[in-house]
DNA sequence: CGAAATAGCACTTGTCAGATACGATTACCA
DNA sequence: TGGTAATCGTATCTGACAAGTGCTATTTCG
C-alpha cells in the first residue's frame, strides 16, 4: 500500500523545483531536470494548475511557476486535489451501490465512527505540513532525530529511505 | 485514494465479528452473516491465519478464532501484513529500477527525509489504535467530537506522536 | 469410511494508475 | 501579419495489480 501516487510524488518533486527556483520553469525544462517524459510533467503540470497550485503562462517565453507561496499550501490540500480524496475505506459516499450495501450491513456497521475518527487524526497530519515546511532543507522536517527517536519502537520497515546516490546504473 | 483496500476493510469486519463471538465461526457462517462470497471471506480467513491474526481449526467442527487479543493489534500492524507494507512514497526499496533511478535524482532528491518524518508521523496513528478500540461501540473512538477539537491546531512541532493509550478522553 | 471444514494454489476478471499523443489555443517576435 | 513555441484540453492505450472464483489436498470428527 503505498499512500502518495507516483503522480503525487513527482508532483511534490516539481512544486519543490518551481519553489527553489522562483523563476519558474517550463515543462521540458523540468522534464530534462529530472529526466521523466516531457508529456508527463507537461500532464502533472497541466492538473497542478487546474487546480491552482501553479500559474502557466503561454507564449514562447510561457511556463510555470507557483501560484501560492508554499507555506500556504498543506500536504493535506495536494493530496486532496491530485488524488481523487483521501478517503480511508471505500464506504464512505459515491460508491456503487452494492458495496455500499454490504458495508453497512443493514446499518450495523459499528466500524465507521471508530475508522472515521482515524481518518480524522490521519488527515491532522496531512494538515500540519506545509510544502514550504517540506522543502525547507534546514527546516523541522529535516531532522528527524528526535523525532525518529519518538517512533521507533516496534520499528517496522521503512525508516530511511535510501538516501545514497543510489547504486543504479548511472555511471 | 483509499488507504484501506476493500480486502483490508473486509478484514476488520470479519476480526471485529471474531471478537464479538469468542466462539469464533467458520467461514461459511461468517459469510452468510455479511452476505459475501464464503470463497471471498474463506480467502481472507487463510490470510489473516497466515499472518497469525487468527487460528483455524479443521475438521468437522472447525472454523477460526481469534489468535491473539484483539488489544494487542494495532492497526498498523493489521495493514503492514494485509496490505503489502505501509509506504508513503514509492522511492522505497524493491522498486522496479528505472523508476528508483529517476526518483535518485543523482542523490540529491531533498524530500525523502521530510516525507519520512511524514511517513512516520502517519505510522504513529496508526500504531496507536488497538482494534480492541476500534470494535468498542463505547470505546474513545466511537465519541469523535473531543478528539477532533483536540487535533485541530496547527501543530507543527508539538506533535508528540499520541503514543499513549488514546487516553484523550474529552475529560 | 465419509462429511465438513481449513489450507494452499492457480486462475480469471475488472479497474485504475501510469503514460502517451494530438489538435486547439495563446502569446511572443520578426 | 504570419510563424513559432509554448501551454491547454482531451482522448486513448497499456500494464500491473486488486478483486474475486474454483479446485484439490489435508485434517478432523462422528
Redesign the pocket.
Known amino acids: 500500500?503505498?499512500l502518495l501516487?507516483?503522480?503525487?510524488?513527482?508532483a511534490l518533486l516539481i512544486l519543490s523545483y518551481l519553489h527553489q527556483n522562483t523563476g519558474g520553469?517550463?515543462?521540458?525544462?523540468v522534464a530534462d531536470k529530472f529526466g521523466?517524459?516531457?508529456?508527463?510533467v507537461?500532464?502533472i503540470?497541466?492538473?497542478l494548475?487546474?487546480h491552482g497550485f501553479?500559474?502557466?503562462?503561454?507564449?514562447?517565453?510561457?511556463?510555470?511557476a507557483l501560484a501560492r507561496p508554499a507555506d500556504t499550501i498543506t500536504l493535506a490540500e495536494l493530496l486532496e486535489s491530485i488524488?481523487?480524496g483521501f478517503r480511508l475505506t471505500?464506504c464512505n459516499p459515491s460508491l456503487?451501490d452494492q458495496?455500499h450495501e454490504q458495508c453497512s450491513l443493514a446499518g450495523a456497521c459499528t466500524l465507521k465512527g471508530p475508522l472515521t475518527v482515524v481518518h480524522n487524526r490521519l488527515l491532522e497530519v496531512l494538515r500540519a505540513v506545509t510544502l514550504a515546511e517540506l522543502f525547507d532543507p534546514n527546516g523541522s522536517l529535516s531532522q528527524p532525530s528526535a523525532l525518529l527517536s519518538l517512533s521507533l519502537l516496534p520499528a517496522t520497515t521503512t525508516t530511511t529511505c535510501r538516501s545514497e546516490p543510489a547504486t543504479v546504473t548511472q555511471a
Do not use: C, I, Q
Open positions: 500500500m503505498t501516487s507516483r503522480k503525487a510524488d513527482y520553469g517550463n515543462a521540458r525544462t521523466l517524459s516531457p508529456s508527463f507537461a500532464n503540470l497541466k492538473e494548475a487546474h501553479v500559474a502557466g503562462h503561454r507564449g514562447v517565453k510561457g511556463g510555470y488524488e481523487s471505500m456503487p458495496h
